[in-house]
């Protein structure tokens, strides 16, 4: 060090305290060189003696020993390899002038905030841990665990699992990638992530806050800095599905019935539920569709919900579904109708309502009854459908120009749809029933008059005036009388319930089986008052009843003779019966 002052002559000695400095050299009478030794951390005076006396002491002489600073924390200990992380370092023995380096690299913007604490900003980094060492007059602070600074690569997010979830939030998400540390957070989009867990360095699991329906990015930030965005952190918010629409919306309690489902927001394991118990078969069809089968359930009307990762869907009317009971002794009743809509019951069977005394614009030529007995349809000769009870508007021909007229139906199984057929035997399939194929584009021996279909709804026959059967989809062809020549026209026909067979009746009541149908007797070989025009069989088929256009009822096996029109004047005749 270099002292300055006057008097000074070859010979001076130099001490710094009480101890004398070494290698002293006198270059002027003003100037002398000198190295200080070594001494405990304190302020002491320099004082130079020569033949002339010793200097006296002065503010302007003082030399201060300065202890080797030292580093007990930095906060954070952590920041981007980018550098820039604004760093308070804690210690000792911090003068004006320290300068600190985060491993071999200056740190910048230092500011001596007091003997214990500096401010400095990290330099740019590879991702590592380092030292972060102070240096002042006293010297560098010595390296230790409580120094260290770690350079954080910028985390990475390569997938996230559940990749949806409902809008309300609340899905546990487990997100893979690289770089994940300890105080790490989580964003999805805008909104930050609840509950999180930093499971290792490559696995954070969060909990999903609320958001609008909408694809966002998950974001995991670190000292490191935040996770690019991707497509593989993308997260779906679902919102809840809805349901405006369920077809069929009935079928019996035992369950079975196939069942379409309109709405939105279904998704791939999407589940059906119809009130408490769940659907079986479900089958998402696409976002708007799903077909589920439904399980058994009470006789009443309850909500089929749809449950997808967006939620369980709100109830409404839209999605009623009523579970319809077996007729009581189903056995014990019939039905039938005339040509202008009025409609007669006998026994068990319910009359829900008709069309007589209403203006028709075609006469009624067929009827079709629910399997629960709960409901039943009237089709006209221009297909015009009206519906009684239960039984629902599934479509009709009632509105476009037909080739032949309507001459009968059929409903399907669970009353979810039906056929109409014309007498050229072009059928119309409305509701849950399939079209299995027609007549409509051959010529005809004779003219189609009826129809019956299969217990699965899966097939039909259709049956013209000579006997001649035409069967479709399942429904096996067991026989006809096209080739004989008939007394009468046949004017109608039952399926056996197992689908195995079938009675065809002619107008004198003369009956045909073929197949699993039984022979019960026939009005064939006695006089009628009236024609014969309908049949329809007993629910055991261990028999069949046979109307006549004045309302007679005629019965064979089991089937009971629970009352007639035979003697009544009818406004119309009969044309059909179930």
Known sequence: MTITGSGFTSGSTVKFGTVAGTGVSVTSPTTIRTTSPGESAATVDITVTTPGGTSPTSAADQFTYDAVPTVSA???SAGPTAGGTSVTITGTGFTSGSTVKFG???GTGVLVNSVTSISATSPA??????????????GT???SAADQFTYDAVPTVSAVSPSAGPTAGGTSVTITGTGLTAGSTVAFGANAGTGVVVNSATSISATSPA???????????TPGGTSPTSAADHFTYDAAPTVSVVSPASGPTAGGTPVSITGTGFNSGSTVAFGANAGTGVVVNSATSISATSPAG???TVNV??????GTSATSAADAFTYIAPAVNPGQGYLFTGANGSVYNFGSAQNFGSMGGKSLNKPIVGMANMSSGLGYWLVASDGGIFTFGAAQFHGSTGNINLN???????DTYDGGGYWLVASDGGIFAFGDAAFHGSTGNITLNRPIVGMAATSDGGGYWLVASDGGIFSFGDAAFQGSTGNITLNKPIVGMAATHSGGGYWLVASDGGIFTFGDAVFHGSTGSIHLNKPIVAMAASPSGGGYWLVASDGGIFTEGDAQYLGSEGGAVLPAPVVAMN
Do not use: E, L, Q, W
């Open 298 to 300: 009470a006789a009443a």
């Open 404 to 410: 032949r007229p309507i001459v009968g139906m059929a």
């Open 211 to 221: 958001g609008a329906a909408a694809t966002v990015d998950i974001t995991v930030t």
């Open 141 to 143: 602070s010595a390296s």
């Open 74 to 76: 930095v906060s954070p």
């Open 125 to 138: 980094g590879a991702a590592s841990t380092v030292h972060v060492t102070v240096t002042t007059p006293g």
């Open 104 to 106: 071999t690299n200056a």
């Open 305 to 310: 919900t749809v449950n997808s990762i967006g």
